[in-house]
Nanobody, 124 residues
Framework: VQLQASGGGLVQPGGSLRLSCAAS????????ISWFRQAPGKEREGVAC????????SYADSVKGRFTISREKDRRTIYLQMNSLEPEDTAVYYC??????????????????WGKGTLVTVSS
């Protein structure tokens, strides 16, 4: 499985950005997908995840109500819609996948696959 995040860039505070994660490889229907970010000088943190079934999502408290994770029906593209962006959202964003037998639930531990990141800068 290969993952590639894209869509990062420079945006003003209060603005929006949509990140995409392109997934390829076998058995994409067995993957739960998560988005992570790592800000300069900080540890990587999970921000949003989507279960294998697509029926459940989870968000970090810091992004609840502002970020939305979703995917295309063919499971080849996963999105992270980011609204009301704040300077604290500045980070490199990564998508990752967990090959799981569970169809519901998702999290930020034990990822099996990682993509290269995309930089999001929120600044005026």
């Amino acid at each position: 499985v290969q993952l590639q995040a894209s869509g990062g860039g420079l945006v003003q505070p209060g603005g929006s950005l949509r990140l995409s994660c392109a997934a390829s490889g076998p058995s994409l229907d067995r993957l739960a997908i998560s988005w992570f970010r790592q800000a300069p000088g900080k540890e990587r943190e999970g921000v949003a995840c989507l279960s294998r079934s697509g029926g459940s999502v989870s968000y970090a408290d810091s992004v609840k109500g502002r970020f939305t994770i979703s995917r295309e029906k063919d499971r080849r593209t996963i999105y992270l819609q980011m609204n009301s962006l704040e300077p604290e959202d500045t980070a490199v964003y990564y998508c990752a996948a967990d090959r799981t037998i569970l169809s519901v639930g998702c999290g930020f531990d034990g990822m099996d696959y990682w993509g290269k990141g995309t930089l999001v800068t929120v600044s005026s």
